[in-house]
């Protein structure tokens, strides 16, 4: 059981817009910032958005990270096949003094 | 070339030990703090520990405290991970990760995997 709760799976068509949801708590996400990590099929984990809402460079503005109180939302817009994968949410907990990923969720493009 | 490269897993029966590596290039390796990060067969991603910059905290999950220890070298730009007393639940792909400002992993390794069987 994850100290971070992501939905197991979404799915949306291409084209399409898609939210994939955070829930953590005030030791972890209610304190401190959350980044998202995107894993395509048989790859080594990319940073796809951190502190919250920034794009490292070479991420396109398609997508976006949004926080409010102990939840964090990742969105994608304009889905394409590729972004077929699962995504990862994680931060750091203070009460736990490790950090944390959320259980992750696996994203489908119909 | 800004990479992390990792070595040293394989096969190892439940019980022994192992070490990895992570060898570090292109970047200032001692002004960042690392990570190791782990993801079983098919499943997510589990955060294993993590050493400061200057190695003065280190912090481990649960499942491995007391049994792995990370260290590292900042002379030989390396990261460790000692692995003691394994158990089949510890067979992954171990990630190095390098970890930065407000902490998000920005880099990572290509893994190396660690089968733990008899």
């Known amino acids: 059981q994850s100290v971070l709760t992501q939905p197991p799976s979404v799915s949306a068509a291409p084209g399409q817009k898609v939210t994939i949801s955070c829930s953590g708590s005030s030791s972890n996400i209610g304190n401190n910032y959350v980044s998202w990590y995107q894993q395509l099929p048989g790859t080594v984990p990319k940073l796809l958005i951190y502190d919250n809402n920034k794009r490292p460079s070479g991420i396109p503005d398609r997508f976006s990270g949004s926080k409010s109180g102990t939840s964090a939302t990742l969105g994608i817009t304009g889905l394409q096949t590729g972004d077929e994968a699962d995504y990862y949410c994680g931060t750091w907990d203070n009460s736990l003094s490790v950090w944390v990923f959320g259980g992750g969720t696996k994203l489908t493009v119909l | 070339q800004v990479q992390l490269v990792e070595s040293g897993g394989g096969v190892v029966q439940p019980g022994r030990s192992l070490r990895l590596s992570c060898a570090a290039s292109?970047?200032?390796?001692?002004?960042?703090?690392i990570d190791w990060v782990r993801q079983a067969p098919g499943k997510g991603l589990e955060w294993v520990a993590v050493i400061w910059y200057d190695g003065s905290n280190k912090y481990y999950a649960d499942s491995v405290k007391g049994r792995f220890t990370i260290s590292r070298d900042n002379s030989k730009n390396t990261l460790y991970l000692q692995m003691n007393s394994l158990r089949a639940e510890d067979t992954a792909v171990y990630y190095c990760a390098r970890h930065r400002g407000n902490w998000d992993f920005d880099l990572w390794g290509r893994g190396t995997l660690v089968t733990v069987s008899s």
């Open positions: 292109g970047f200032s390796f001692s002004s960042y703090g």
